[in-house]
């Protein structure tokens, strides 16, 4: 999805990343580069322009060019503010009864497929919804809808094959409804080519009939600018209550999907990203945004991990690490930050190129509870002085753990040789760099993120 913008700003970003302080001028030009790609991904001029000065503002901020890591906080601040040009909160449909979605939008954008996906939608989460077919225009256009509603079990209202007149098929539909009961009722409707005056004359008297609460917008995202054009006709006659964007799986560049809700107004409320009737997903600005930036939920991970642990503990941490004084008490404060931080799988979920990778990896929380059982039945003495653990407390502290000689011995050996590797200064720092932390570290995770075991 948008690969092309996706691949150039992270570039850009990855770039700024890596440097330790930022100039004014530096930001500068990354704004530029970004700006270059966000046009080139067909984006709006005034969208695009708009969108790049509130950043530079925000970035140019005292607060970030003094702070540890301002190419980081750059990449969220941007990322924030491209969740805000996507449209911020979620936004739930208007389902109170009589509850009527009427879908709008040109040929091809993918009406009557996101009529059934939406269907299948409501109906998984306990609704009862209809299809009534009112494109006149194509006569298949009534047999493909019929075709994909017996897919889904859902009622559907078909026309006569020669009935022209969408008002009366709309008449026929709410009484045919009264039948049926259903609790939400979804209106296919014809599109054009291009807008035209006919096209848009029949949805005026359609949705004046039917007084539709949600009139959703089919837009197709490979269409870019003129996407907006098309919605701002079409909302100018219907009046459209919010988006969907279909075929995001595709090749799209992303300008329709960016400048769509901050041209029109309106909310972007699904997107579709399939052929198939399951593929369609409620639209989550935060989550697209991070897509976009390619770079999994990185942000939330930031904002946890400053949550769980001060910035200054995060330091002591680190520098107890690299004059190798790490010891088990040090340890055990560790793991109460990733304790902080959720579970495993949470954690590794959010960085970047892993999400996907997850399945393959197998967690083992079991594992850490055991070491974590392991370390809290050493003395406070033991725990700063590991050497001292000789074979009689080892067997006590298996005991006292309940777990063996073999796992404390385990634990022991892989603990001296971390202090070992932390005692090479340079590769510690190189981690921490590798995971973008800069000189900070990663708060909590020995190695910066590697974990030794
Ligand atoms: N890849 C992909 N194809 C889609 C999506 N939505 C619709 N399509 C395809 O786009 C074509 C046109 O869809 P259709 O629903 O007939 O459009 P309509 O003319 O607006 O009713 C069909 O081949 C659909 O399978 C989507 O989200 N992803
Ligand atoms: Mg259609």
């Given at each position: 999805m948008f690969n092309q913008l996706s691949d150039k700003l992270e570039g850009v970003f990855k770039n700024l990343r890596g440097q330790g302080k930022l100039s004014e001028r530096n930001i500068k030009d990354a704004m530029t580069e970004v700006r270059l790609a966000l046009l080139e991904a067909d984006v709006d001029y005034s969208v695009a322009r708009d969108f790049i000065s509130s950043v530079r503002d925000e970035a140019m901020g005292e607060k970030v060019l003094k702070s540890v890591t301002p190419g980081q906080q750059i990449v969220k601040i941007f990322r924030d503010k491209l969740a805000e040009l996507l449209g911020g909160d979620q936004a739930p449909l208007?389902?109170?009864?009589?509850a009527r979605i009427l879908m709008v939008g040109l040929n091809g954008a993918g009406k009557t497929t996101t009529s059934a996906k939406l269907a299948l939608r409501l109906k998984k989460e306990g609704r009862r919804p209809l299809l009534v077919a009112?494109?006149?225009?194509?006569?298949?256009a009534i047999d493909q809808l019929e075709t994909l509603a017996r897919e889904i079990d859902v009622p559907v209202f078909t026309p006569d094959r020669?009935?022209?007149n969408v008002i009366k098929v709309a008449k026929q539909a709410l009484k045919w409804a009264e039948t049926q009961n259903g609790t939400v009722m979804i209106f296919d409707t014809a599109g054009r080519q291009e807008i035209d005056d006919a096209l848009i004359r029949e949805l005026e008297d359609l949705q004046k009939f039917l007084q539709a609460k949600e009139v959703l917008l089919v837009a197709d995202?490979?269409?870019?600018q003129q996407a907006v054009n098309v919605a701002k006709r079409f909302d100018e006659a219907v009046g459209i209550s919010g988006i969907v964007l279909t075929k995001?799986?595709?090749?799209?560049?992303?300008g329709a999907a960016l400048s769509m809700r901050s041209v029109t107004?309106?909310?972007?409320?699904f997107s579709g990203v399939?052929?198939?009737?399951?593929?369609?997903e409620a639209f989550v600005p935060d989550r697209l945004a991070d897509r976009m930036l390619g770079m999994g939920d990185v942000v939330g991970l930031v904002e946890k991990a400053a949550e769980a642990v001060d910035e200054k503990d995060a330091m002591k941490m680190a520098e107890r690490l690299a004059s190798n004084q790490f010891d088990f008490n040090d340890f055990l404060q560790q793991m109460k930050f990733m304790k902080k931080l959720g579970p495993m799988e949470n954690i590794l979920g959010m960085l970047p190129g892993v999400g996907k990778k997850l399945k393959d990896i197998n967690v083992d929380d079991g594992k850490m509870k055991r070491i974590e059982a392991i370390v809290l039945s050493m003395t406070p003495y033991e725990r700063s002085?590991?050497?001292?653990?000789?074979a009689k407390r080892r067997k006590r502290i298996a005991a006292g753990s309940g777990t063996n000689l073999t796992q404390v011995n385990q634990l022991l050996k892989q603990f001296s040789m971390m202090r070992k590797m932390m005692k090479n200064k340079g590769k510690m720092k190189g981690m921490m760099k590798q995971m973008g932390?800069?000189?900070?570290?990663?708060?909590?995770?020995?190695g910066g993120g590697k974990l030794p075991f």
């Open positions: 208007e389902l109170t009864p009589p009112c494109d006149l225009f194509r006569p298949a020669d009935e022209k995202s490979a269409t870019g995001l799986d595709g090749d799209a560049r992303g107004g309106k909310p972007i409320k399939g052929e198939k009737i399951a593929d369609f002085r590991p050497e001292i653990i000789n932390m800069g000189g900070g570290g990663f708060p909590g995770l020995p």
